[in-house]
């Protein structure tokens, strides 16, 4: 009650020193514009865990942040325009302060001019041959790239970008022709590279013709929320403004149903970027689809594919969602640089898939009867009186699990991006009698420490807990808690997702009494708070360390919190006074070393270390050569090599899953839930990552390192 009483007083301070500058009267769209900036820079400096000053350093970091966003490919703006611009570098807080957006109109017109001159450019290197026997390359690392001197150097560049284009539809020409049987010297339909070249260099000027013609037609609007959202992430890279239609779409992911393909995406430059799959749409069940995929083209059932570079992420979606049944193809582009087209039929997104649910797990000659609880998020339903909430959902699993006589349990948070606080606290309690959970500390207050009070548990056996990079928030919670309690064994990646920090919502138009003709206004996303574990340390940027760390796609990328610019800093606070006895982990060092040894000799887990390393690899390559053979032998390498890695995630015979008696009448009620849980079962018994869980379990269960080494 504390922390929600300090809140809604810093509310009231932000909401009375917002009155004294807002026009009592209508206002017309740039004073509307200007109260926006004001606002949201108001409500941060009253409620964010850790406020900035409004000053010329202040100012220098929107400037670079907000051209790395205005022209991220450098592909529009030359020095000339920069120099234009630099003047404002130190004056954009006075600006902020008084609500003047100058900098931003002339940084607009740089850009729309910028936009035209480019499209010049483009239209007419596209209208000469090219020849990709030259062995020139291509920088695909934007972010090192200075702006184009002059318009001759921007002409270079623009050449470099439209080869590699042309470049990529001549070779998916070429060897989809290859792969044609009916195509051969004598059908006389087998078409040379000239040819190809030809009809590349067509497709990529329509392409980028479509795409320019959609950047023109971005509104004022669509730019300004970009710098409204660089001003606010200078904050912290969760505190941000959410104009109208981005609240909307922001509540779309509690909403109950949704016709579409199950996933969550966001602008990541100029293409869209998967952030997460939901359980149970038709992404999910596709499997094709992983979160950090791009997005480069949507398809229609009929009509071509189209390149959505440029297009405005609710404009990306509206192409994406479609009616129940229809078809819709992506074409996705992988971490590793592999191109796919992946069709799904548009479906309901069932909630019932992103709710918790178990299994029971068998690992032949070593361990049975083990219980598996699947938790996707730590979801709870504050609207509807029946709603569902993950902590007890989870209880009711399991009571189940026991009503089994499970001998350990797994619970899986991969992927699980986290969600309720007080679900978390309570879901913790059930692995011990009573005690700490975290720590909550808002700005300029003590760390608050969050109990469970609750003298009962529900589970005294053994536990793991699975995590990975995309396990964030709550999850990190969790995982950390029952860590220091040394009640679990975490399993996982080197380390969680690393999100240490909690936001709240705040609508602008509550804090603006009149003025009704320009709402509404939006929201302000703001960092309220920092979380510690009950150690005293903080999952802020470094996350939870698994006990057991094994190998991962992602284990030497580098991920998560700590690269995202303005990251809060990680802190640390007094340790809170907690202890368990429940459940005592006798042999924690030898099954640490158990499985470390059991890794190194799996030769599943050696090919998906070796994998990560290649895709760190290429993801550190800067260039891409544009010579055809070049370009054409590192492509396919790359597909024999994802298709190798692939190929060898088969059914794990020795593991065996099944449902639960009390799960069966309602799994076996129609065909849609069966045709479901058989592909839930399927997959689990494919998951290396559960099979080390449950010999982990068996070393868990045997209480003497002597009786461990038999």
Do not use: C
Not at 163 to 185: G, P
Not at 225 to 253: C, M, Q, S, V, W
Not at 279 to 285: D, H, I, Q, V
Not at 594 to 612: E, G, L, T, W
């Amino acid at each position: 009650m504390k922390i929600k009483s300090f809140l809604i007083f810093a509310l009231l301070i932000g909401v009375a020193s917002l009155f004294a500058f807002y026009p009592k009267k209508s206002a017309s769209t740039s004073e509307r514009e200007s109260i926006i900036l004001r606002a949201i820079i108001s409500f941060i400096e009253q409620v964010h865990f850790r406020p900035l000053p409004l000053d010329d350093t202040f100012s220098k970091n929107v400037y670079d942040d907000y051209l790395n966003v205005l022209d991220r490919g450098k592909r529009f703006l030359i020095q000339d325009d920069i120099n234009k611009l630099k003047p404002y570098e130190t004056t954009i807080d006075d600006e902020i302060k008084a609500g003047n957006l100058d900098f931003f109109d002339l940084s607009l017109n740089l850009l729309n001019s910028g936009i035209e001159r480019s499209r010049v450019i483009y239209q007419d290197i596209l209208s000469h041959p090219m020849s990709f026997h030259d062995m020139d390359s291509v920088q695909v690392e934007y972010d090192s790239l200075d702006f184009a001197k002059n318009v001759s150097d921007l002409k270079n560049r623009w050449k470099s970008v439209l080869k590699y284009e042309v470049l990529q539809e001549v070779v998916r020409m070429k060897d989809a022709q290859d792969k044609d049987s009916t195509i051969t010297a004598a059908s006389g339909k087998m078409k040379t590279l000239s040819e190809f070249e030809i009809e590349g260099r067509k497709n990529v000027l329509d392409d980028f013709n479509k795409m320019f013609d959609r950047i023109a037609k971005l509104r004022r609007e669509d730019r300004l929320n970009d710098f409204y959202n660089i001003i606010a992430g200078e904050f912290d890279p969760h505190t941000n403004y959410l104009d109208p239609r981005d609240k909307e779409d922001f509540d779309i992911g509690m909403s109950g149903k949704l016709i579409g393909i199950g996933a969550r995406l966001q602008a990541d430059g100029d293409y869209i970027k998967v952030i997460e799959i939901v359980p149970g749409g038709p992404a999910w069940k596709e499997k094709n689809i992983q979160a950090n995929d791009m997005i480069i083209k949507v398809r229609q059932e009929t009509g071509d594919a189209l390149d959505i570079r440029g297009m405005r992420i609710d404009d990306v979606v509206a192409k994406i969602r479609g009616e129940k049944g229809t078809k819709v193809t992506l074409t996705i582009k992988k971490p590793n640089g592999t191109m796919k087209d992946v069709t799904l039929t548009r479906d309901e997104v069932l909630m019932e898939e992103g709710f918790a649910k178990s299994a029971i797990l068998n690992l032949s000659g070593t361990v049975n009867n083990v219980g598996y609880i699947y938790l996707p998020k730590f979801y709870a339903d504050f609207q509807d009186n029946d709603g569902r909430f993950s902590y007890s959902d989870v209880a009711k699993e399991i009571e189940k699990l026991k009503g089994e006589n499970v001998s350990g349990i797994i619970l899986d948070l991969r992927n699980n991006p986290g969600g309720s606080l007080n679900d978390v606290i309570k879901m913790g309690g059930f692995f011990i009698k009573s005690g700490p959970i975290v720590q909550v500390k808002s700005r300029d207050r003590s760390p608050y420490v969050m109990n469970d009070d609750d003298p009962t548990y529900l589970y005294d056996g053994p536990l793991v807990i699975l995590v990975n990079q995309n396990s964030a928030s709550a999850s990190e919670i969790m995982a950390s808690a029952m860590q220091d309690y040394k009640r679990a064994i975490i399993i996982g990646g080197k380390s969680t997702y690393g999100k240490g920090t909690v936001q709240r919502l705040f609508d602008l138009d509550r804090a603006i009494r009149g003025n009704d003709d320009i709402k509404p206004l939006g929201d302000v996303k703001a960092t309220i708070q920092k979380y510690y574990r009950i150690n005293g340390g903080s999952t802020q940027l470094k996350g939870v360390i698994p006990d057991i760390v094994l190998p991962d796609m992602y284990n030497y990328i580098e991920t998560g919190e700590a690269e995202n610019k303005h990251a809060m800093e990680w802190t640390k606070v007094a340790p809170a006074t907690y202890s368990q006895d429940v459940y005592e982990i006798h042999n924690y060092n030898q099954i640490v070393q158990n499985s470390q040894k059991r890794v190194s000799q799996n030769p599943i887990f050696n090919s998906i270390d070796a994998n990560a390393r290649r895709i760190k690899t290429q993801m550190d390559k800067n260039y891409i050569s544009l010579n055809i053979d070049t370009y054409t032998a590192e492509l396919h390498q790359r597909k024999l090599d994802e298709d190798k890695f692939n190929k060898q995630f088969k059914v794990i015979e020795s593991l065996t899953a099944q449902n639960l008696k009390a799960d069966l009448p309602a799994i076996n009620k129609d065909s849609v839930d069966i045709a479901r849980n058989k592909s839930f079962i399927t997959n689990l018994r494919k998951d290396v990552y559960l099979e080390e869980a449950l010999r982990v379990i068996k070393d868990m269960q045997t209480n003497s390192v002597a009786e461990i080494n038999k």
